[in-house]
């Protein structure tokens, strides 16, 4: 499903997150289609560079604003998208990361509560934890280990969502849930520690690519442009289509295949080189999509050996450029 450049209603949009890899693409969608948008970063994993062609757009606007603290401003709508992504980051401190997904949402809640506006919470198939359900469908409730490495993240946004239907009952706010499955695309970190960005990066280097496990668990890539209009097209829903939706490529692939697939798409002449498995690390991941494709009439359009030649384009001209790697700087 290509984005669209129907312009539609102008309104004023607020997006957390909004320098991040998917926040940034959201962000110039959004300008596409005629909307005012206010993006909101503390820039913990957002980088400047994802939004500096959007600086001069005189209805772009930039705020330097961690959303754990309220925040006052008026808006049409809300994108909820802040908070780190990746285990790498959102490990590093679990506190915040906590903190981010319960009190910024809450932060936003009542933003949206006082302007009347219709928020959508970026939430994370990470809900499921490890599966014992596949594919995973929106019924089902999860398989979580709620004091493991991962659980700030895990449990931060199973709160967030809990926080979401609550203040619709109670307030009766306009709600959206997206649940969102692996993406990938141009403007991840190199630093980002997930699969794609990892491989990509250590292929154009010559190093091993690193496989934790044996190489036979899973995941689905959604194409980072396919997953925006998916938000987009769920924000702009009847009220009542609330969610949680999935938002993914219910396509699966192994890591094994998706390592050959990128060192020969790049060209590498890199080795495999296998770790132990991290833990609670989820062994199969993908997306039922049925609730997607009916009420939003929305699924993915890009294949991943296409996304793949883009993404490692980018970071082809990321690395000579001398953006670090190792720490991600820009």
Not at 241 to 260: H, K, Q, S
Request: proline share 6%; glycine share 10%.
């Amino acid at each position: 499903m290509a984005l669209s450049t129907d312009l539609g209603e102008r309104r004023s949009v607020l997006v957390t997150g909004g320098a991040g890899f998917l926040g940034s693409f959201l962000s110039e969608e959004l300008l596409g289609r005629g909307h005012d948008v206010l993006c909101v970063d503390n820039f913990y994993t957002g980088m400047k560079r994802n939004i500096e062609h959007l600086l001069d757009n005189p209805r772009f606007e930039l705020l330097r604003h961690d959303i754990t603290f309220p925040l006052s401003v008026e808006t049409d709508q809300i994108y909820n998208l802040a908070c780190p992504a990746s285990p790498i980051h959102y490990q590093y401190d679990p506190v915040q990361t906590t903190k981010t997904s319960v009190h910024g949402a809450i932060n936003m809640l009542d933003v949206a509560r006082r302007t009347k506006a219709r928020i959508l919470q970026a939430s994370t198939s990470e809900v499921y934890g490890d599966p014992t359900v596949h594919p995973q469908r929106e019924e089902y409730w999860g398989n979580v280990n709620p004091l493991g490495p991962r659980a700030c993240y895990d449990e931060g946004k199973r709160c967030a969502e809990t926080l979401f239907f609550d203040y619709r009952r109670q307030f009766g706010l306009s709600i959206k849930v997206a649940r969102i499955f692996n993406t990938y695309g141009p403007r991840m970190r190199p630093d980002d520690g997930r699969v794609i960005s990892n491989f990509v990066v250590q292929a154009l280097k010559g190093d091993p690519l690193t496989i934790y496990g044996d190489g036979s668990q899973t995941r689905s890539f959604c194409y980072v442009t396919d997953l925006i209009s998916g938000l987009i097209a769920l924000m702009d829903s009847d009220d009542e289509i609330t969610g949680p939706i999935n938002l993914g490529n219910p396509v699966e692939f192994t890591m094994r295949e998706l390592a050959d697939l990128i060192i020969d798409l790049s060209g590498s002449r890199s080795a495999i080189l296998h770790q132990p498995l991290p833990e609670d690390d989820p062994r199969q991941r993908s997306p039922d999509i049925a609730r997607a494709r009916e009420t939003l009439g929305w699924e993915p359009g890009i294949a991943l050996r296409d996304g793949l030649r883009t993404t490692i384009g980018y970071f082809e001209e990321l690395l000579s450029l001398g953006v670090n790697a190792g720490t991600g700087s820009q």
